[in-house]
């Protein structure tokens, strides 16, 4: 199976700017459904944003407008590019991709968001 590894995270002003990356160990020209979510201090982990094989997006009405998953499949990796970030935005982000009815996650990069 593919492995995941995030990075890009740090430590961001609000209204500051981030990009994630998540690479992957193998292809994953041949995973349809992958995408990021994140799980703040005391709190679940949610669904940010997930974007199919043929580039069909999903986004959580909270970051609508200010994030963006993208893939490249030529490099194995997917991106979420946050603007705008807000303090609440402050979680450890995980991308994760789907196969065989199954959620494969990374380990996750911290994302904090200063007022």
């Known amino acids: 199976q593919v492995q995941l590894v995030e990075s890009g995270g740090g430590l961001v002003q609000a209204g500051g700017s981030l990009r994630l990356s998540c690479a992957g160990s193998g292809s994953i020209f041949s995973i349809n459904v992958m995408g990021w979510s994140r799980q703040a201090p005391g709190k679940q982990r949610e669904l940010v944003a997930s974007i199919t094989s043929g580039g069909i997006t999903n986004y959580a009405d909270f970051v609508k407008g200010r994030f963006t998953i993208s893939r490249d499949n030529a490099k194995n990796t997917l991106y979420l590019q946050m603007n705008s970030l807000k303090p609440e935005d402050t979680a450890v982000y995980y991308c994760?991709?789907?196969?065989?009815?199954?959620?494969?996650w990374g380990k996750g990069t911290l994302v904090t968001v200063s007022s």
């Open positions: 994760y991709y789907i196969w065989g009815g199954r959620r494969y």
